[in-house]
């Protein structure tokens, strides 16, 4: 296992995005997030209404807060993204909450580069998501592998029915690293 992260609080369900060199201010924790990044869209799907959306922003450093502690995850050097996924009812718009994520990222020759858990993340500028700091070895040609637990909560009839079973999608994407400023 590689990074620190994977020993990191293995029971946390909250994560906000934090950030170096954010202005600070004593009255609230708020004031040192960073300020909006580009985001960019990286492959989209949809599974018995529930709208699966990958998105790519700047790797930043977040926070796991297990219910008592708080772990800083900063990005690595290697670090080119900061992989979301959004789960969405595809007819309201509404976040998916209490499901888990797991990615999978291979090259076109079918290399897997990452494999890991995705944090469910809260952040004032990306919304509720599923994320990870990811690190791609250039720009080129990948293949998304999601593995989406169904969510584990009380529900209300309308969803009753689907999400029940463990659902996988593969996507491909084109990355190319944004340019450096």
């Not at 609080?9 to 004031?31: E, Y």
């Not at 007819?91 to 291979?106: D, E, F, K, L, N």
């Not at 791609?136 to 029915?161: D, Q």
Request: aromatic share 8%.
């Amino acid at each position: 296992m590689s990074r620190a992260r994977r020993g990191l609080a293995v029971g946390g369900c909250l994560l906000a995005v934090g950030g170096a060199g954010a202005a600070a201010s004593a009255a609230s924790p708020l004031s040192s997030l960073p300020a909006p990044v580009p985001i960019q869209t990286l492959a989209i799907a949809t599974w018995q209404g529930m709208e699966i959306l990958a998105q790519a922003a700047t790797p930043l450093p977040f926070l796991v807060f297990n219910g008592t502690t708080e772990t800083v995850v900063e990005p690595t050097k290697q670090d080119s993204m900061h992989l979301m996924v959004m789960l969405s009812d595809q007819h309201t718009g509404t976040a998916i909450p209490y499901a888990s994520v797991w990615a999978t990222i291979r090259t076109a020759s079918g290399k897997v580069i990452y494999d890991e858990r995705q944090w469910p993340m809260i952040a004032r500028y990306m919304g509720p998501h599923y994320g990870n700091d990811v690190a791609l070895p250039g720009a080129g040609r990948y293949s998304l592998t999601l593995l989406i637990s169904p969510p584990v909560a009380a529900r209300e009839m309308e969803y009753a029915h689907v999400w029940l079973t463990p659902h996988r999608v593969t996507l491909t994407f084109n990355w190319k690293p944004p340019k450096s400023i």
